[in-house]
């Protein structure tokens, strides 16, 4: 009998610390699959800053470093300059990535820095309790906006994706979705072209990832999945928004 799947070397055989319904997990399985699959990984480092992947070095089974609060990118300049032989990557929330480390990944993009940006989106602070995020959408209920998020007052949601890929240095920016098992395939190609990006040297690469949060949006995990299609896809449309190999062909 032939075998049709079986778990990644690259992530630890441990239970995590994740909610029930998380799609964290589903996205570290991609994230350890590509790596396991590109060959490189003895060589790939991994940072995990504040957030609901605070825990990440306990379940990848590549070298991986804690960082500051929104600081990964920066941690991943240093580490992926001292070692220009290693593959280095970031796995970071909307609530770090997206508020406390704006400054870091947007710099991070200008310098072209040849690392990959794994960005997960659920629209919500999880680690924390489920305050608003820099990504919560209009008229969301969070912790910190019981009634609803007001852009009057409390601004709009920032399309990272969008806002990263106007930047000259970033080589790659693609939004993706793991709700089906359409979009887990594409966010599987998806992060395996980012990680191919950073082998050939070609420079920054970011993959958002839209996950959900069933816990702090108080919804079952199969009313979570329609709510993030039904709400979350049309404000953050999937698909590629930077290629520069398209632009090289």
């Not at 609803?148 to 601004?155: I, L, P």
């Not at 190609?189 to 990680?195: L, R």
């Not at 993959?207 to 896809?233: F, H, K, Y």
Request: aromatic share 8%.
């Amino acid at each position: 009998m032939s075998i049709v799947f079986k778990p990644t070397k690259a992530l630890i055989d441990v239970p995590t610390h994740y909610c029930p319904g998380c799609t964290h997990g589903i996205i570290h399985r991609l994230i350890g699959e590509c790596i396991e699959e590109l060959g490189v990984l003895e060589k790939t480092i991994g940072v995990a800053p504040v957030g609901c992947s605070v825990l990440a070095y306990n379940y990848f089974a590549c070298d991986m470093f804690e960082a500051a609060h929104g600081r990964a990118p920066a941690v991943a300049t240093g580490i992926k300059r001292a070692n220009p032989d290693k593959v280095v990557f970031t796995y970071q929330g909307d609530g770090d990535l997206a508020a406390i480390g704006t400054g870091e990944i947007v710099h991070v993009a200008a310098r072209g820095e040849n690392i990959v940006s794994i960005f997960v989106n659920n629209c919500i602070y999880g680690m924390t309790g489920g305050q608003m995020a820099p990504t919560t959408l209009p008229g969301q209920v969070t912790e910190t906006s019981p009634y609803g998020r007001d852009v009057r007052t409390q601004g709009y949601p920032i399309r990272v994706a969008e806002m990263i890929a106007t930047i000259d240095g970033a080589y790659y920016v693609d939004r993706v979705s793991v709700d089906n098992v359409a979009n887990v395939i594409k966010a599987k190609n998806a992060i395996k072209k980012a990680f191919k990006n950073s082998i050939d040297g070609k420079g920054f690469s970011m993959v958002e990832v839209l996950s959900i949060c069933p816990t702090n949006w108080g919804l079952s995990v199969v009313e979570a999945l329609q709510w993030l299609r039904d709400n979350m896809i049309p404000y953050y449309p999937l698909g590629v928004k930077k290629d520069n190999d398209r632009e090289v062909k």
